[in-house]
């Protein structure tokens, strides 16, 4: 599942300093949060590896690709995850948990979908000092893993639908350049593997799941998506047909896979014999998908959102929404300021914010100021001795760095005003961004000018899989090839419109262009 | 951590029916819930394995000691996991997402604590068709993985305490005999690692956490545990002390290590570089703990409560509370009768229960109860004609069959109080079971004597290590040595009582036994 999850050369690259873990007292600067030594329109890279290192979501692990979720990290995906889980349970899908192992058998069953994962499984082969007398993969995804059971499992029409979700880590040992949450050979996700009757059930739950993909994406993560069908040549490995949300990073000019929604047809079914009996009393084959999103949602978030002062964390998802800092000043009483800090929060955590007070003594309201734009805090509230005189704090976006001071009785109201509008704003924003990328073309020649301008290219084609390949094969360079990202479910007039690369009659529109 | 967590010899054995995954229809009997074949009393290795795959909790999976995890057991771990996970949070400790993999020369950095896990470590070794150029471990805990990066986040006393947790699987390729949930080759945990600047710190927070395993086990999952200490002999590998809630099973007379927290004292600290500088400016050493709980206790709630017709579960971790059953009779209004069930589940679902509607019209009221029952739901509701005429509902339980007719108008209020009759009625049987094992001796004949009554010992003893191997040596049978389990925290008087092994003065009380 997921085939593009993590497959093409990406452009992030981790800067040497940060590169070791467990390197004891190095790079303070850096860490203490005072600043990032490259910007993100100069060295997006470079600049991403370190703010996902200085903003202290990521940090890098002693095995390359692999890398340590921190707490903040952690908080966004469990975020998602209460809202994924609790929609999928409304539509009647239960968790389970199947083995982390799979053994060479039944992993090399389905042909078309081994041959798309077999480069990259990695393979136990000792336990202590044996060897074992089979070597054991570790899963890439679980649909071998799975299927054999759900034979086993599903007889009759009355076993249908079978419906499971899974959270998991898995595993992918890619050789290409790894990237924080983007291309890493562990990561987390969550992989959905259903069972229908009918092809008709099957359809449907595609798009109802992709639907909430959409949502996780635009509605928490504030980030626009196309949602579309992939062409032959990028759909999942053994699959039917895959539909994905596509994201974009403006400033590398790539489109990225936000996650997938898969329908299997009857194949793996046929592989694995999951037949059932249907209502006639005849023997049938049942109708399947399987559909992930991953931890890689987060590194899209860091790469849309995130400017020269560090991550900017959407408002839904941030875990600490609102931070509280007091300014003393000489003169001042200290500790009124300081209770007026702890009031605020207070005030704010009742009425359902996650809101905390930076009060530590030994760092200036300055070097907080920055800590917490490196760390992404939607709204900062700034307290001083003109504040608590007037009865007001100063509320500092993180998204415009727009000021405001807010009256103390108004305070709830006017944060939560501010958070949606910050939510929102990022949303605009990164649309805005994205949608200045769009170009639409009908020719090789506006294609190729796109491509050289990064964009995000729609354009007609004859939906052929050699024409495909052919645009891989000759695009190919330095920053890697084109290629389709998906047909868009909204589809532009394709009345006498041709192919762009071979002028045959136009068959869809797809956007195209380089990817991660 | 959790060292003790699956390390000796079960008497689960699982029924060579249902050892083999992926084999298609067969035992339709079994899995149809009618009855098992196996009496808790008589075979109760394989009444084990039975129940736990008939009541759909476990599925054997085709490679040996790995299990499926299904529905049945996903939510019961799922309540658990929220509980535990609120009540962490509330202390200030944060999620993270550590590597499934660790590098050798840093596994192998703390002494005693690897050769406590080399011999169960599993070792990826290629990818793809590739040789990795160094092999690489599967975590059996994460200690190793975590704490080079403990030495680099840690600098000065404000950076403690450092709380962190993680929910994942680990991985210890044992090869004595496999059994679901309680010794398996994968299993599911979370696993807490902190650092604090004191030793009192560490000290109130091993206790803090191992309360709230007791409350996973007795308030949760309805089982009597005892707290107290490990001796040094069965410590945690590399720790300083180790505590622990122990379990009983009374059928098999073998106690079991329920969770474990430990204190890591400054051992890995030392090794592991983990050092701050103090208020005082002065380079100090971090005191850490580590602690741990895992899928084991569903395991030890199936054993506990299962009877010989299934499942048993305490309605604070059933997935199903409440299942509700018509009875049509063949003059009857079959579908006001449905549209009963229908109403009776909504009211229950809308009070806070989880209540479902067995509507099936190929199975029999009969099937039903068999099948309901073997998946333990702990209250059966009944509809039929004379109810429905009556305005009441027949109520069952599941722990004792006690059956009685509930007018429609007290429907919540009495559900409510025989879901709670219910919960503590299983905590109190399985305490008075536990308690009727227990057996206090002085000598070394008074010993072996219960031993060979499958009794928990409470024995007297000089807390020497030596002492401690020399029982295991002398016990040492086909059914496995007799260690400690644990010391009480509660001890009895210990004024002139001497060791029940070497005669010299007792130095604390501890629990003995088999286990497993």
Chains 1, 2 share one sequence.
């Not at 890619?174 to 924080?180: A, K, L, R, Y």
């Not at 069972?195 to 949502?215: C, M, N, P, Q």
């Not at 491509?451 to 290219?457: D, H, P, V």
């Not at 394709?494 to 380089?514: A, D, H, Q």
Request: proline share 5%.
């Amino acid at each position: 599942m997921a085939s593009g999850e993590g497959k093409k050369s990406g452009e992030g690259k981790k800067p040497n300093a940060n590169a070791k873990g467990g390197g004891k007292k190095k790079e303070v600067k850096k860490e203490t949060g005072l600043g990032l030594s490259f910007k993100k329109e100069e060295n997006f890279g470079e600049w991403y590896s370190e703010v996902c290192v200085n903003g202290e979501m990521i940090e890098y692990y002693d095995i390359s690709g692999c890398y340590i979720l921190r707490p903040w990290t952690m908080a966004v995906w469990e975020m998602m995850q209460t809202f994924f889980d609790a929609e999928i349970k409304k539509m009647k899908i239960k968790n389970c948990y199947f083995p982390l192992f799979v053994s060479p058998a039944v992993l090399q069953k389905e042909k078309d979908h081994i041959e798309g994962f077999a480069p990259e499984v990695a393979w136990v082969t000792k336990s202590g000092q044996s060897d074992l007398e089979v070597p054991i993969a570790i899963r890439p995804t679980s649909e071998t893993v799975m299927y054999p059971y759900y034979s086993k499992w599903i007889r009759g029409h009355r076993d249908l639908p079978l419906r499971l979700n899974q959270w998991c880590n898995v595993v992918r040992w890619e050789f290409s350049h790894p990237t924080p949450f983007i291309r890493s050979r562990e990561f987390l996700w969550q992989e959905g593997h259903t069972a229908f009757a009918t092809k008709e059930e099957a359809d449907k739950e595609v798009l109802d799941i992709l639907e909430l993909y959409r949502r996780i994406y635009e509605e928490y993560l504030a980030i626009p998506v196309i949602k579309g069908k992939k062409s032959e040549l990028e759909k999942f490995a053994g699959g039917f047909y895959t539909t994905s949300v596509e994201a974009f990073i403006p400033n590398t000019g790539r489109g990225i896979q936000g996650a997938t929604s898969h329908c299997l047809g009857q194949n793996f079914a046929k592989m694995f014999d999951i037949t059932f009996e249907n209502e006639k009393g005849e023997k049938a084959m049942v109708w399947q998908n399987s559909w992930a999103y991953s931890t890689r949602t987060i590194g899209v978030m860091v790469m849309v959102h995130g400017d020269d002062k560090g991550l900017v964390m959407p408002p839904k998802v941030a875990s600490v929404q609102i931070i509280v800092v007091p300014v003393p000043f000489k003169d001042a009483d200290t500790q009124a300021i300081f209770d007026a800090c702890d009031a605020t929060v207070n005030t704010l955590n009742e009425a359902g914010f996650r809101a905390e007070a930076d009060l530590r003594d030994n760092y200036s309201p300055g070097w907080k100021y920055s800590h917490w734009e490196m760390k992404g805090v939607p709204l900062r509230i700034e307290i001083g001795p003109k504040d608590l005189a007037n009865k007001q704090v100063r509320a500092v976006r993180r998204d415009n760095s727009a000021k405001i001071d807010i009256p103390m009785v108004n305070l709830v109201e006017q944060v939560k005003d501010m958070l949606d509008n910050i939510q929102q704003n990022l949303f605009d924003v990164a649309k805005h961004k994205r949608d200045a990328c769009v170009k639409t073309v009908r020719t090789w020649d506006e294609f190729i000018e796109a491509l050289g301008q990064k964009k995000m290219i729609l354009a007609p084609w004859c939906d052929e899989m050699e024409v495909e390949k052919d645009v891989k094969a000759r695009t190919k360079g330095e920053t890697g090839a084109a290629k389709t990202l998906c047909a868009p479910f909204d589809q532009p007039d394709l009345e006498g419109v041709n192919c762009f690369v071979t002028g045959r009659p136009g068959k869809k529109w797809s956007y195209w262009g380089r990817s991660y």
